[in-house]
């Protein structure tokens, strides 16, 4: 199974400041067909998880351009520019290339 | 509007049996893969199992054996037979609609196990 490693696990952000989380694959994410399947997830307290962003930079419907996913081969990143209120929770880097599917241990996002 | 909505949880004995179902609507059911993750209450997430749009179906290792995911496209539905269940199976179990990859979530629904 691939495993995905997530640093910080904590993130204690003053509101209006920049987050960045990590997240790093044990082995190479690419699919036969091409595309890389990486995802970030946020989930609320709360709430079930939400899909923010995939294929490692395109945001889904609806999200915010405040958040922004980067990176190639096995590291990857997300940034939150500017931390709103509403952003509080955990996110999680999911892979979907591979069976089966393997997520991040969660990064907790708070405010400060 | 996708919307996937879980049923079927509760409290079960070790050893016990529970059917989860989730109807989907807003989009074509059968051109989807499905799945189910589940999350132990404040831990991170699982994946469970996967049925392809022609009906192949995948397990974790944690419950190849004792469980079987099905769908019914005429009902827009999927399924999740859960036997043999085990204390370790407790958790909040969603169905997740996806092509290598998630996209959309259910609400989740509860499945505690325990004597």
Known sequence: DI??????????????????????SSQSLVHS?????????????????RLLIYKISNRFSGVPDRFSGSGAGTDFTLKISRVQADDVGVYYCMQGTQLPWTFGQGTKVEIK | EVQLVESGGGLVQPGGSLRLSCAASGFTFSNYDMHWVRQVTGKGLEWVSAIGTAG????????????????ENVKNSLYLQMNNLRAGDTAVYYCVRGVAGCDYWGQGTLVTVSS
């Open chain 1, 33 to 49: 067909d091409g595309n890389i399947y990486l995802s970030w997830l946020q989930q609320r307290p709360g709430q079930p998880p």
């Open chain 1, 3 to 24: 495993v995905m490693t997530q640093t910080p696990l904590s993130s204690p952000v003053s509101l209006g400041q920049p987050a960045s989380i990590s997240c790093r």
């Open chain 2, 56 to 71: 192949d179906t995948y397990y974790s290792d944690s419950v190849k054996g004792r469980f079987t995911i099905s769908r």
